[in-house]
DNA sequence: CCAAAAGTGTTTCGTATACACCCATGT
DNA sequence: ACATGGGTGTATACGAAACACTTTTGG
């Protein structure tokens, strides 16, 4: 039977997302549509390559049959290959009953990608979907080896993070220096310090404040940021090191 | 007819040696064993990987079998997958023939591969396996998208070079400061300062120096110097930034 | 007036950069 | 003696790090 599916490739996805007050979330699905079974099997959103589908045309339609995102950043940053990585026997099951083909042995290839959370409700996504977004340090266990794509996800994402400008696929188009600074720090996992990080910000000339502050707020309306990509990639001709 | 490959999965690996007085350069083999065709077709070392193979053992047994190198650095960098990649008529036909199977998209694990480029003699290489060095800036025309697969791998290579202690593993054991900074130089593309550059590396406390020199040279001998691994390991947690 | 987060300046230290000459050896 | 690459020191400037209080708003 021939399904349109290549039987040894897939793509999985990391979706990453950015909380103000819970920091890193990632994006699970439920692998059982319909039902409310426990323990409930949680997945990164992935599948099957179609034949002769290029490898982000098969993630960009992953993410929108699974969570409705489309058309978002996408970094391939690894590929698992183990043989036995889709050992565990109830799941590989699934995945053959679901894709329609035998299924022996998938090699995968990773790919991360960063959205703006505030998009995507958690509500529209559930019902919808059947997906989540999970803090960082709250990850249950996922079928086959999906927990260890997120912490290798997780661990390029850092070493990027420090000579890519990703935090602003992250944040809203204008944003404050303290969502800037929340967000470094909780992708890099440790503290700055708040008067030294505006500095050294203040000093980036493709990051522009703007002449608009917040509302309604309880407390010293914040300033608002946006991030200029034109000028940054005209200035970071000859750069190494630390973007952020 | 099973061959036990593969149909959809290939390697190819960027094996990357330094020479002092030319620089990078790459091991391209010629597609035609045994002919003295005109023009040679050249390409990476690679195949289809067998199934149920892992791809960095994959990569391996194709060194192995190609070059006879063998047991060396392997760092997976990028996946080519352009269902059109394989475009070429006529190499696409010497493929099917010479795997035994029919082909019809292949999607490629690519890796680069670094080495001490003296271990393996030119003839050594050439007369056993029809394989040569060839300087960075003077690569053929290559069959498929291995121009580009090349590329690609020297600018992660450039990436990663920052970050990682990648240059003690094409330098001999006992290199020389000069080595270090030609090595760097030609890695990154620029000039480097040469005692900035003695003052930087002589602060890194993995960096040892010998007490021994070279003999027999027609000017001031120089130190040698050896690279410990172990040091560097502790040493760089919690570090970020520039390497060597 | 209180709570809550925004925003601000100075000093110290280390590292990056720029730059030109003497040294040790073989022939 | 000369050719060849090896090796050295100083001054300047910039960015990293440490550190505590005032400001603006809503309730």
Known sequence: ???????????????????????LKVLLINRDKDEQKHPARLKLPGSL????ERLS????????ELTGIKDIYLKQ???????????????????????????ERVVTIAYYSLVKLH????????????????????????????NEIIAEGLSV???EFLTEP?????????????????ISESILGIELDNRNFRKRI?????????????????????????????????IKRGHTGFII
């Open 157 to 159: 994402l850092r070493k």
């Open 1 to 23: 039977m021939n399904t349109g599916f290549n039987p040894h490739i897939s793509v999985d996805i990391v979706v990453f997302g950015f909380d103000d007050n819970e920091g």
């Open 119 to 146: 998009h995507y409700s958690e509500t529209e996504l559930s019902k919808a979907f059947n997906a989540r977004w999970y803090n960082l340090d709250d990850i249950p266990d996922l079928i086959f080896d999906h």
């Open 202 to 234: 203040n000093r980036l000339e493709y990051i522009i404040p703007l002449n608009e502050h917040q509302k309604g707020v309880a407390h010293k309306p914040a300033r608002y940021y946006i991030f200029d990509s034109r000028k940054f990639e005209f």
């Open 49 to 52: 390559i179609i034949i002769r």
């Open 57 to 64: 045309d098969s993630a960009q339609r992953v993410l929108q």
């Open 166 to 182: 990703l935090c602003f696929k992250l944040l809203p188009k204008k944003f404050t220096m303290n969502q800037l600074l929340h």
């Open 77 to 103: 940053f690894a590929v698992f290959d183990n043989p036995e990585r889709l050992k565990d026997g109830e799941d590989l099951k699934w995945l053959c009953d679901s894709s329609g083909i035998m299924i």
